[in-house]
């Protein structure tokens, strides 16, 4: 789960952009943003997970996640 706030101005949304779910180069979910700049991916654990988010009339955001581990006791869905 994410969000995308405007760090200039926190009171104006960013909203009605596209996030893309890339593991490697192989885009695997895509999404839009709701109303509130909100989005949501189901993940796996893995490593090389990068969203892109694209804003209209911005360059595309490329952020690269950490890597995704089930930690001890936890199971996988």
Known sequence: MGQILNADKPDQRVKDFRVLLLRGKRITAQTNSS?????????????????????EGQEVIPISLPELTLRWGETSR
């Open 35 to 55: 109303p509130l700049g909100e989005f949501r991916f189901e993940l796996a654990d893995a490593k090389n997970w990068k969203l892109l988010v694209e804003v």
